[in-house]
């Protein structure tokens, strides 16, 4: 490993054999994309690289034995945290904003570590960012975001010169919960009537509703989800970011942190959802279909997931960013961080102002969510 203040590397399968302590990264890992094999698996299919747009450019810290995950972006795609009017201020003064760089596992919103070794001490924050700043100028790139990050990462970042923004996402949390009966008995009558009606309705279009984990997510099964996910993006005239290598290789090697729920009618699946989860949380992330039958994205996506977590004694299901309609089936609004570093001074004054008010926005945002949810009020 390298001895230099900072460095990158362009292959974050090296992280297996560096001499940074990754033995206990799994089993402490934040979340199944917190994890080599994730990260691997989108370089080793060709995920990330090539023409992708996420040129691996990972940071490393060999002082407080740190590395940072990270990409030179050419676009602002497959992020979800939203700066393309940033982009749009940079090519109005006639500036380039991409290449910028980005920490973050790719295509994935999920919050959590973004760094593998030890502890972020504010020592190992502060070099973080001049190493940051050293190399935005060096390689003359505009910025860099550290997206879906904890809270306490961002304050640090923040008290280090940083940016902060806020976003939301909804995420359902179990209170104990013993069956999904007893979870939409805490609904008000008019929308435990409703979520029920939305769950015949979905589930009398199919013949059969299935969940596979581990060796049960076989290739065949994996054909079908596939096929789901790309017809599903071709309605929209896009192409998926993932490839079939990808989950193939995905469920090979951590098929234990997978589910895969598919509805089947006539001996074929129509419809399936992809999950990932560990021993408390569960995230939705990937769906697609073949036929557009009544509610059964909300069946799949969203009541199935409800299911499995009250099954498994898991406290929050994640199912992926945005939508409101989530709010309805009980999903809670919780406040995303991320922060982000302008290189040009005239620039990152106005982005900070703009993040401040931001703040403040979301926050009113959060807490109309709040009137939408289904629960009964307590006395």
């Known amino acids: ?29 934040s979340s199944p994309f917190h994890n080599p094999l994730f990260l691997q698996a989108l370089e080793q299919q060709a995920c990330v690289g090539a023409n992708s747009g996420w040129q691996p450019h990972h940071i490393e810290l060999p002082d407080h034995q740190l590395l940072f995950p990270s990409y030179l972006k050419s676009h602002s795609y497959g992020e979800y945290v939203f700066d393309w ?35 972020l001490t504010d020592s ?28 306490s990462f961002a304050e640090q970042l923040q008290s280090n010169g940083m940016m902060t923004r806020h976003g939301v996402q ?19 009558s008019r929308k435990r009537k409703t979520t029920n009606k939305e769950r015949r309705v979905a589930i009398s279009s199919v013949d059969e509703i299935v969940w596979r984990t581990g060796e049960d997510i076989d290739y065949q099964a994996l054909e079908a989800f596939y096929l789901c996910y790309q017809t599903t993006y071709m309605k929209r005239g896009q192409k998926g970011y993932l490839s079939f290598g990808f989950f193939q290789q995905l469920a090979k090697q951590m ?3 997978m589910l895969l729920v598919t509805a089947e009618k006539d001996q074929k699946i129509v419809a399936s959802a992809l999950f990932f989860f560990n021993q408390d949380n569960l995230y939705g992330r990937y769906w697609g279909c073949l036929q557009e039958l009544d509610m059964l994205h909300f069946e799949l996506c969203f009541y199935q997931g409800i299911e499995f977590a009250i099954a498994k004694g898991m406290q929050r299901f994640n199912p992926g960013t945005q939508g409101e309609h989530k709010l309805y089936r009980g999903f809670e609004p919780v406040t995303t961080y991320s922060s982000h570093y302008v290189a040009r001074s005239d620039f990152s004054a106005a982005i900070k102002d703009f993040c401040l008010e931001e703040q403040r926005q979301i926050a009113q945002y959060a807490e109309q969510c709040k009137k939408l949810l289904p629960y009964k009020i307590q006395a």
């Open 85 to 119: 009017a940033w982009a749009d201020a940079y090519q109005r003064y006639g500036l380039q904003y991409y290449p910028k760089l980005v920490t973050m596992q790719p295509f994935t919103p999920i919050g959590g570590q973004k760094h593998f070794g030890n502890a």
């Open 124 to 151: 190992a924050v502060s070099q973080l960012t001049d190493s940051v700043v050293d190399i935005c100028q060096q390689q003359s790139l505009s910025s860099w975001h550290c997206n879906f990050i904890e809270q």
């Open 255 to 257: 098929g234990d942190n």
């Open 1 to 29: 490993m390298t001895t230099s203040k900072n460095a990158l590397t362009n292959n974050f399968s090296y992280l297996l054999h560096s001499n940074i302590n990754h033995s206990e990264i799994t089993l402490n890992a």
């Open 170 to 188: 909804f995420e359902w949390h179990n209170q104990g919960y013993a069956s999904f009966e007893d979870y939409v008995s805490r609904f008000t």
